[in-house]
């Protein structure tokens, strides 16, 4: 099983500021399978960055996804205040099929 | 826009089995390049995918659960359903239906790109 590792665990910030999350993999993962997301209390993930690199529809252009092999960072250029939230890489392989999420990095308002 | 809704029982008692069905609209669950997914979050703590099934009938588990989770899909309905054996208090969790978009027409995609809102399942007597 591929394990993913985000860093910090918490990210304590004031809006304006620029955050950088890190995604990092115990094996190689395919670009194309890397995802991020974020997820406010009480609701559901909602897909943010696909394929390392690529927002998903009506993601703003403040949220940027790079990084390759074991690597990847998300970030978010200058927090807006609906930006505080829960963050997750997951990351998927299909042979043999593993699909797995990270821990999740915290952003909180400092 | 597709949407996704879970339904079933919110509390299920220890050692019996979990039953959720997820009602999809807006689209249909035959589209090709689509895996109908259910992923489990604990009380605050982080995301575990449960498994997925093709409109085919083809599914697809983690290993950890694979030994009691079944998912079953029904394309007249455009709904699909988990199972989930031998329940604990450790199965108490929300638990969400999903859209995972796989490879398709030489594209390469692995992510989920629509949610349910969740519903929060309790193991308990």
């Known amino acids: 099983e591929i394990v993913l590792t985000q860093s910090p665990g918490t990210l304590s910030l004031s809006p304006g500021e620029r955050a950088t999350l890190s995604c990092r993999a115990s094996?190689?993962?395919?670009?194309?399978?890397l995802a991020w997301y974020q997820q406010k209390p009480g609701q559901a993930p909602r897909l943010l960055i696909y394929g390392a690199s690529s927002r998903a529809t009506g993601i703003p252009d403040r949220f940027s996804g790079s990084g390759s092999g074991t690597d990847f960072t998300l970030t978010i250029s200058r927090l807006e205040p609906e930006d505080f939230a829960v963050y997750y890489c997951q990351q998927y392989g299909s042979s043999p099929l593993r699909l797995t999420f990270g821990g999740g990095t915290k952003v909180e308002i400092k | 826009q597709v949407q996704l809704q879970e339904s079933g029982p919110g509390l299920v008692k220890p050692s019996q089995t979990l039953s959720l069905t997820c009602t999809v609209s807006?689209?249909?669950?035959?589209?090709?390049?689509?895996?109908w997914s259910w992923i489990r979050q604990h009380p605050g703590k982080g995301l575990e995918w449960i498994g997925y099934i093709y409109y085919s009938g083809s599914t697809y588990y983690n290993p950890s659960l694979k030994s009691r989770v079944t998912i079953s899909v029904d394309t007249s309905k455009n709904q699909f359903s988990l199972k989930l054996s031998s329940v604990t208090a450790a199965d108490t969790a929300v638990y969400y239906c999903?859209?995972?978009?796989?490879?398709?027409?030489?594209?390469?995609?692995?992510?989920?790109?629509?949610w349910g809102q969740g519903t929060l399942v309790t193991v308990s007597s």
């Open positions: 807006g689209g249909s669950i035959s589209s090709g390049g689509y895996y």
């Open positions: 094996q190689s993962v395919s670009s194309s399978y």
């Open positions: 999903a859209r995972f978009r796989g490879d398709s027409s030489g594209y390469y995609y692995g992510h989920f790109d629509y």
